[in-house]
């Protein structure tokens, strides 16, 4: 079973970036599709983005198309998302999350979070 740990979270003016990082541990990154999630205050879960085992295939929810890039480096054992012209609507709780059957938006294993605050 994989242990996900997220960090790079932080308070950020509007307009600026952040590059999270979730470090995995207890198994191979390699073997894992990958996908982050945030949840804002009194709101749902939102899917953010997920990236395919490989890296080869990635999918972005509408709302951050463009502005955020997701990557992975699976000799770290390391996915990162790094976050550009930020808006004070992506302030939230951040996920990482993994999973390894499928490509769908259904993910298993859980990190505990990482808080993203945007200032207008």
């Known amino acids: 079973q994989v242990q996900l740990v997220e960090s790079g979270g932080g308070l950020v003016q509007a307009g600026g970036s952040l590059r999270l990082s979730c470090a995995a541990s207890g198994r191979t990154v390699s073997d894992y599709r990958m996908a982050w999630f945030r949840q804002a205050p009194g709101k749902a879960r939102e899917f953010v983005v997920a990236i395919s085992r490989s890296g080869g295939i990635t999918d972005y929810g509408t709302s951050v198309k463009g502005r955020f890039t997701i990557s992975r480096d699976n000799a770290r054992n390391t996915v990162y998302m790094q976050m550009n012209s930020l808006k004070p609507e992506d302030t939230a709780v951040y996920y990482c999350?993994?999973?390894?059957?499928?490509?769908?938006?259904?993910?298993?294993?859980w990190g505990q979070g990482t808080q993203v605050t945007v200032s207008s």
């Open positions: 999350a993994a999973d390894t059957t499928g490509w769908d938006r259904k993910y298993a294993y």
